[in-house]
């Protein structure tokens, strides 16, 4: 006989031991074994038995479970590179009780963050950009204006971790979206939510039939899909297509002085309900090119989730959250 569904235990969070090693005979399968308990001891070594279906159940249940409650969430953020993932941070850090739904693209979050200009490694961020390397405690050399982190991957890896373990927040990864929700109101044109599908359905859409979507809805809405790539600057190319706006600025050449002043400033609500930070906005406006620094990105991520309370609130006195 099979067996049952899984049921979801009580969530733990990790804990450091420190105990005497294991003796001959002792379980190794328990929550206080520690690493060096299982240390030259691989010749008796096993795993837990589990039933391939057990594996099965406990994804998909989970994210089943993660489908149904963020279809109908307070914040999406459409794509989890610097700023989209700074926004997340602060946004589930002030406001526990919101649920926060991160809609990336790729397989692996982090947007053009996981390495410095041209490949090289060192993440160079502008003073006062350092302040958020302090909020989330990622180490860097002082250099006087700026600040150097080791590796670009330090910080994205941080922010990652931090982020994902809120409660309250969801990454649906390998997902993107591929148009907007909308309504007419007395203030125009509102942004109600997002329409999303796999990553390699869209990419696909050219060669099968119609292969319908599926929708996550929210009063507020903050996009950061950058400039480059396939889904470059896509809420505010999809403005333009239905003729929300007249057309994108178009982003200038690079001047880091005007670009990262640019971005953090005009990060704002464009259209009622629709926020958009970061490097999209680069495109929306028509601001220059920043290059190798991240400053900006992280505190255009703060400035969106700012916004979006701020935005959240208003909805909520109307009635409409």
């Known amino acids: 006989m099979a067996p049952s569904a899984t049921v979801s235990p009580t969530p733990r969070s990790a804990e450091l031991v420190t105990k005497a090693p294991l003796t001959k005979g002792d379980n190794v399968n328990t929550q206080q074994t520690t690493v060096e308990d299982l240390m030259g001891k691989w010749s008796d070594f096993k795993f837990a038995k589990i039933r391939e279906s057990q594996v099965s159940r406990a994804m998909s249940q989970r994210y089943f479970e993660d489908l149904d409650r963020y279809a109908e969430s307070d914040i999406v953020i459409v794509g989890a590179g610097s700023c989209g993932l700074s926004a997340a941070y602060v946004l589930a850090k002030q406001r526990p009780d919101l649920k926060i739904a991160i809609i990336e693209a790729s397989v692996s979050p982090g947007g053009g963050c996981w390495l410095g200009g041209q490949l090289f490694s060192a993440q160079v961020v502008r003073k006062p950009g350092d302040v958020f390397l302090r909020e989330i405690g990622v180490p860097y050399e002082d250099e006087g204006d700026f600040v150097v982190v080791k590796h670009a991957a330090l910080f994205t890896s941080t922010i990652l971790s931090k982020v994902l373990q809120f409660p309250n927040v969801k990454l649906f990864n390998a997902v993107c979206v591929e148009d907007l929700i909308t309504r007419q109101s007395d ?35 903050i996009s950061t899909t950058g400039h480059d790539g396939p889904f470059g600057a896509f809420c505010g190319k999809r403005l333009v297509s239905m003729g929300a706006i007249e057309k994108l600025g178009g982003m200038r050449g690079l001047d880091m002085n005007s670009a990262e002043d640019a971005i953090v400033k005009n990060t704002r609500e464009v259209i009622p309900g629709l926020i958009i930070g970061g490097m999209e906005l680069s495109e929306l406006d028509g601001a220059n090119r920043m290059g190798p620094t991240f400053g900006a990105m992280f505190l255009s991520g703060v400035k969106a989730a700012e916004e979006a309370l701020a935005v959240f609130e208003t909805r909520k006195k109307q009635n409409a959250v």
């Open 187 to 221: 203030e125009g044109l509102r942004i109600a939510g997002v329409v999303t599908n796999w990553t390699l359905v869209t990419l696909n859409h050219g060669n099968q039939s119609c292969m319908d979507p599926n929708t996550v809805m929210a009063p507020v809405i």
